[in-house]
């Protein structure tokens, strides 16, 4: 439990995944060292290990975790894993496309994929800050932005060849957990001790929000042009219909800190967090109910793959999961 606290340099934040070791591959793992010893190293067993991030296009997911590990799945094919420069940890993985995509992670490191995510270039790094980032988006190729611990915040116009260090609120410097894009180009940030941020000009200037709550939020997810939805600490999960500006909060019954939120493809809101919590929120926002899952292990992002389908990544690695077998069939539709 420590240890994971302390490659995290912070206590409180999204990552802290309680109960997780450090270097959960053991060591008696096939291990293919590549000539560059300081890459991420090749495991037989890497879909396995401590993974933090999933994104997914077209058919595809690619995920991302410890010690630099990088590794994408097309339909039930095997796991491959990527060549990537790094042995850091890696918080956020984020495909733009089938092609294009950046990873983000400790020591600033900011990697860089053209090629579906076969291999990686690192493109930015600044060991100096001590401040890992936790999350990356770019609204197109051309304009991303990087944020992480104690206010830690990078934008590029140049699709991520120089990176400007910059401040949401020149007040602030809580940790900046997310960030996530609506339909209009919007983008929004979730923060340390209940701060919420939005931009309207692709991150080159930022409003602070009203709070609902003075607990962290873990992560935030835009949709349409008016939606926003927040999760964090406690089982803290709020709605907004217009933008941030008024929030409603949405019971949960769970005490567990909630780490990530997707929308799934029947509109229903679907949320992960410790403990192995599953939240399916339905279709008006009216009411969470709540799946744990036997191992109880925690459970750090998800991303629907087909409906009712998803990949549940965390403390035990990368898993396929039904949720028809967690969900009374009446919640979701489609089940059979």
């Not at 109910?289 to 990949?311: C, G, I």
């Amino acid at each position: 439990m420590s240890n994971l606290k302390k490659r995290l340099h912070i206590a409180a934040s999204l990552l802290s995944i309680i109960g997780i070791a450090a270097g959960s591959i053991p060591l008696q793992a096939d291990v293919e060292v590549p000539a560059n010893t300081e890459h991420a190293w090749h495991a037989s067993n890497a879909s396995r290990s401590l993974l933090l991030s999933v994104s997914g296009h077209n058919g595809t997911v690619w995920v991302a975790g410890e010690r630099g590990h990088v590794l994408k799945q097309n339909g039930s094919d095997a796991w491959q894993q990527a060549n990537v420069p790094t042995q850091v940890l890696l918080t956020s993985i984020n495909m733009f496309d089938d092609r294009h995509g950046w990873a983000v992670g400790h020591d600033a490191v900011i990697l860089k994929t053209t090629n579906a995510g076969d291999s990686w270039q690192e493109i930015y790094k600044n060991i100096d800050e001590q401040r890992p980032l936790f999350d990356v988006a770019f609204s197109d190729l051309q304009n991303g932005v990087a944020v992480g611990a104690y206010g830690y915040y990078l934008y590029s116009g140049d699709g991520g060849r120089t990176w400007q260090n910059k401040l949401v609120n020149e007040e602030h410097d809580f940790h900046l957990n997310a960030i996530s894009q609506n339909s209009d180009g919007e983008l929004y940030i979730a923060g340390e001790a209940g701060h919420l941020y939005r931009s309207v000009d692709s991150g080159e200037s930022w409003t602070t929000l009203s709070s609902p709550y003075e607990g962290s939020f873990f992560d935030v997810l835009a949709w349409g042009d008016s939606h926003v939805a927040v999760v964090g600490l406690r089982g803290h999960m709020y709605l907004s219909d217009d933008k941030g500006e008024t929030w409603a909060e949405v019971s949960t019954s769970v005490e567990t800190s909630l780490n990530s939120i997707i929308r799934l493809e029947n509109g229903q809101l679907l949320v992960v967090g410790h403990a192995g919590i599953l939240l399916l929120v339905d279709a008006d926002y009216s009411r969470a109910t709540e799946y744990q899952l036997p191992n109880r292990r925690a459970l750090a992002d998800v991303y629907e793959f087909k409906r009712n389908h998803v990949l549940l990544v965390g403390e035990s690695g990368a898993r396929s999961f039904s949720l028809c077998d967690a969900f009374q069939k009446e919640l979701l539709g489609g089940c059979k």
